[in-house]
């Protein structure tokens, strides 16, 4: 076995070798490389790049005076770039714009989606490009993306708070645990649903609530803002969600909470033919689905803010009701098509990035005529236009937020609806 050199001994040697290796021809210059790399124990490519950097002698002449320069680490790495910079800045500034368009999905999900996109924003024109940034832009990598938009990244950062949720055994034994026997996961339809608090940090009066209903097979999501966590405000919301879904609801699947385990919702599924489940207690990863969007949809659109008047549920309906077509037929979505665990590590496999709209229009249970509708719907649509409108309402609801009295709690009539 071969005794490892200390760093001196490396230094020497190469220090040794460097001025042969410079003074060597081409092939010569290949048998020194290979001693060198051999006796200090390098990798071939660091130890010519030492050969023909570190240690490399340069002789200059100043003032009649003769000046040896010696090279340095140091100095080259700091030193000014040859080669010129394949993603100018150009180019990165429209990859930035798609990005901030698409609000920031990473690499992995942008990658493949680029070239969805970009005939979209250039059909309404909202980007010009040029042909050769074009087809670098339908090239680029997962991982030049994130490393391009590295310090972007840093500006839009927002720190997460828990939520509070009371569970409810009302009726809990009547309403099954969700099954993989009772549920068909590769067919649209079966939804998981859930609420989200709007209460700012703290329990006491009465706050919004935002309804947030995730289907499993397409990630189609839509999200309603309700006055409170009443059964007769929830309920109304689950009704009207189910209108908004462009394929019929046949499965429902809620947490153990008392605005869901209740008579209403009970008789309604079974009026309706909709196989009704729950989650078991304590366990949220049950509604995994639904409980990614409630941080990737709604607490990144509407914040953590306190919402508790008319008006402001009425704003956020309106964020809704735009945020729904900008999700649903802009936004790629990636689905863990597997798990491999290798010793005390997970590896997770991924399908290609799609949106819901672009999994509705590959499902096969699905109509034509629904796919239609939609197809029509999605030309109408322009990204950019919708994203400013969202941009336009959240700062409305912001400023009608933190302008009225700290957490006022004035309680609302309960037999007014929020919504139409």
């Known amino acids: 076995m071969e005794k490892e050199l200390d760093m001196k001994s490396r230094r020497r040697i190469g220090k040794a070798?460097?001025?042969r290796y410079q003074r060597a021809r081409k092939r010569e210059k290949s048998k020194i490389l290979d001693e060198f790399a051999k006796t200090a124990q390098y990798n071939r490519a660091y130890a010519s790049w030492l050969l023909r950097n570190l240690w490399r002698k340069t002789v200059i002449y100043e003032k009649g005076e003769r000046i040896i320069l010696v090279g340095s680490k140091k100095k080259d790495q700091k030193g000014i770039r040859k080669k010129p910079l394949y993603y100018d800045e150009k180019t990165v500034a429209v990859l930035k714009r798609i990005w901030i368009i698409l609000d920031g999905p990473c690499g992995k999900r942008l990658a493949p989606y680029i070239k969805h996109i970009l005939p979209v924003l250039e059909k309404n024109e909202e980007i010009v490009l040029e042909k050769d940034k074009r087809e670098k832009l339908l090239k680029i990598s997962a991982a030049t993306i994130d490393r391009l938009l590295r310090e972007e990244k840093k500006k839009w950062e927002i720190k997460k708070r828990k939520s509070f949720t009371k569970p409810g055994s009302l009726l809990k034994h009547q309403i099954p645990v969700r099954t993989f026997a009772q549920w068909n996961e590769n067919k649209p339809g079966f939804?998981?649903?859930?609420?989200?608090?709007?209460?700012?940090?703290?329990?006491?009066?009465?706050?919004?609530?935002t309804l947030d209903v995730t289907d499993v097979f397409t990630g189609w999501t839509e999200t309603i803002a309700v006055k409170n966590k009443s059964q007769y405000h929830v309920f109304g919301g689950i009704t009207a969600t189910k209108k908004r879904f462009p394929f019929p609801v046949v499965g429902i699947d809620s947490d153990n909470g008392s605005e869901f385990i209740n008579n209403h919702l009970k008789k309604y599924c079974e009026e309706k033919k909709i196989t009704f489940t729950r989650a078991r207690a304590y366990k949220k990863n049950d509604n995994c689905y639904v409980e990614q969007k409630n941080w990737s949809i709604v607490r990144r659109t509407v914040g953590y803010l306190r919402y508790e008047t008319v008006q402001e549920v009425?704003?956020?309906n309106r964020i809704y009701n735009q945020l729904r077509l900008y999700t649903n037929f802009f936004q790629p979505q990636m689905k863990c098509t597997g798990k491999l665990r290798?010793?005390?590590?997970?590896?997770k496999r991924y399908d290609v990035p799609k949106t819901p709209y672009q999994r509705i229009l590959e499902c096969e249970c699905i109509g034509k005529n629904i796919k239609k509708n939609l197809k029509s719907i999605y030309n109408s649509l322009n990204p950019v236009q919708i994203k400013k409108e969202i941009v336009h309402?959240?700062?409305?609801?912001?400023?009608?937020?933190?302008?009225?009295?700290?957490?006022?709690?004035?309680?609302?009539?309960?037999?007014?609806p929020a919504f139409k």
């Open 17 to 19: 070798v460097a001025e």
């Open 191 to 209: 939804v998981e649903m859930d609420l989200v608090d709007h209460s700012g940090g703290e329990e006491q009066g009465v706050f919004a609530q």
């Open 314 to 316: 009425y704003l956020l």
């Open 342 to 347: 290798i010793g005390s590590k997970v590896k």
């Open 393 to 416: 309402l959240q700062a409305r609801l912001y400023n009608m937020a933190i302008k009225k009295p700290l957490y006022h709690r004035k309680k609302e009539p309960e037999n007014e």
